[in-house]
């Protein structure tokens, strides 16, 4: 901003800030002690209050941590620091709270500068941390997988080969007549080679890239895998359904969605089955979702897909690593189940998330349409 824009105390030409509506981060200029002066378009929405009932107020008041801010604006102000940042609680609209929160309030890391420092006009910016973190951890989550996936694909190659080798040498000593304990071992080798064969397998398909695209309806894909579960699981477990019938078909890989979906439902139903769950429940949700932002990109339509259980949750010491491919928090668990499905999503140009807490985890699947 140039020296003939600066506000004197007390008042701003605000046409002349108009490019700060343009902005996704929170901005309000205040005078030395905190009164608003001007907020951009950002937050307003964030407070859900429009921009005149917002200036002339003091600021702190939107701040549950007001006490730490007096001081930041009065030491900003008055010359003291040029630029300062702080990690704070904005009072939001009731019912937008984001996860661990409470209702109400949303974390934001401030950054406080001075604006003008003739006048003691201070500049304020708020990013919500929810968002920042969120999309950091799908960044480290997609870099990991990629990384990963080229390591396996070669490993598993490299195991393969040797593999039919060691088989087919046991079953030729199989042959022979052997000693009964002897023959337990050869036994044993075979059975093992076929299960690592099996897990091989599994690995090479997860990280097989290339799509059968065509017409898909999601809630066929979702009634499809409710029915391989209620088979697999038995009537003891119950799968409710809360489908937004007005959702359109979309163009993409029905055998892939399905397996996707199919192991995140299957995760559910195992967590439920092993708990003592007094009422085992999945619950499949369905959603068109606007205007949201997916691996950095902004999309006007997306599909959510909500799989909720009310089982244990997933164990704290799994939480950074389930779609880490290997990481099994269960007995006999192979660890490939939401590494694959996370490897879908992706070549769907969509996300899979893990929120919630023990009673109520969700795993939402989101698949943009436009
Ligand atoms: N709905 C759920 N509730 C509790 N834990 C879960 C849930 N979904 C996934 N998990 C945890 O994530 C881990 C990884 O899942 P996955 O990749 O499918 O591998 P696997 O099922 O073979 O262990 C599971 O072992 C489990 O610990
Ligand atoms: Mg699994």
Redesign the pocket.
């Given at each position: 901003m140039s020296g003939t824009r600066a506000a004197p105390a007390g008042s701003v030409d605000a046409s002349a800030f108009a490019v700060f509506d343009h902005l996704t981060t929170l901005v309000a200029l205040v005078d030395g002690g905190g009164r608003c002066l001007h907020v951009n378009a950002a937050l307003e929405a964030a407070l859900g209050l429009p921009r005149r009932s917002l200036v002339g107020e003091d600021i702190r008041h939107w701040f549950v941590d007001a006490a730490a801010l007096h001081e930041l604006f009065t030491r900003v102000a008055n010359g003291e620091l040029a630029s300062s940042r702080l990690l704070v609680r904005l009072h939001a609209p009731v019912g937008s709270a984001s996860a661990g929160t409470t209702a109400g309030e949303r974390s934001v890391q401030l950054s406080a500068s001075a604006f003008d420092a003739a006048s003691g006009v201070v500049l304020i910016e708020m990013s919500p941390l929810g968002l920042q973190l969120r999309d950091e951890r799908e960044r480290r989550v997609q870099e990991l997988a990629q990384a990963n996936g080229e390591l396996l694909r070669n490993l598993a190659h490299e195991v393969r080969n040797p593999l039919g080798g060691i088989r087919g040498a046991a079953q030729l000593l199989l042959m022979e007549p052997l000693a009964p304990a002897l023959a337990e071992c050869a036994q044993l080798i075979v059975r093992e080679a076929d299960r690592l064969h099996a897990l091989v397998d599994r690995l090479l398909a997860t990280h097989r890239g290339t799509l059968q695209v065509s017409d898909v309806n999601l809630h066929e894909v979702c009634e499809h895998v409710r029915a391989l579960v209620v088979a697999e699981f038995g009537p003891a477990l119950v799968v409710e359904r809360d489908y937004d019938t007005s959702i359109p078909e979309f163009r993409g890989d029905r055998g892939q969605l399905v397996q996707a979906v199919l192991?995140v439902v299957r995760?559910?139903a195992?967590?439920l089955a092993a708990g003592a769950t007094p009422q085992p429940c999945v619950v499949l949700r369905t959603r068109v979702r606007r205007q949201v932002t997916l691996r950095g990109r902004r999309h006007r339509l997306a599909l959510a897909l909500q799989v909720q259980?009310n089982?244990?949750?997933?164990?704290e010491t799994?939480r950074e690593r389930?779609f880490h491919p290997l990481?099994?928090?269960?007995e006999g668990?192979?660890?490939?189940?939401?590494?694959l499905a996370h490897a879908i999503l992706q070549r769907h140009q969509g996300t899979i998330e893990c929120d919630g807490a023990p009673g109520c985890?969700v795993?939402t699947l989101t698949i943009p349409l436009t």
């Open positions: 192991n995760n559910a195992q967590a259980d089982g244990p949750g997933v164990p799994m389930i990481a099994s928090g269960r668990g192979t660890g490939l189940g939401l590494t985890t795993f």
